[in-house]
């Protein structure tokens, strides 16, 4: 079993400009709250393939996620898997709503080993992990006010 997790946000930029803010990976520390600190693991930094190791802390909680980018669609969508405690996928697509405006939706499907409670922890974690992403996503939304 696993948990799938989506939240979005209107941000008021053009998608280029929220684009070029996204698809700078080690940016990412700057608007998820979550995330501590990326480390990567190929040479690449952003693109597909490109692998690191980001150290996560939810509450008292702290691993370190490995994620490969297994999709990148220019101005469109990065695609992760997750391997580790935590493992899945996600997706953050990006769409204009107008000239001036893009939304920007982030989905995660998560798979919580036994140890952190298995399909339970992943119902009380999908609630935990939504309300973060959706600060995370005003965090996102607050770089370009």
Known sequence: MSKRIEVSIIINKPLEVVWN???VM???VN?????EK???LSDNTFGLNTKMKVLTKVGPFTLN???TVTEWKEMESIAVIHEGIVTGEGV????PV????TK???VETLKFPFYLGGPIGEIFGGIVLKYIWKKNLKNLKGLFE
């Open 98 to 101: 107008d000239k001036q405006s």
């Open 92 to 95: 953050f697509n990006l769409s």
């Open 21 to 23: 803010e996204v698809k």
């Open 26 to 28: 080690e940016n990412h």
């Open 65 to 67: 996620d490995v994620i």
């Open 104 to 106: 920007f939706q982030w």
């Open 38 to 40: 990326i480390d990567f």
């Open 31 to 35: 608007w998820m709250q979550d995330a």
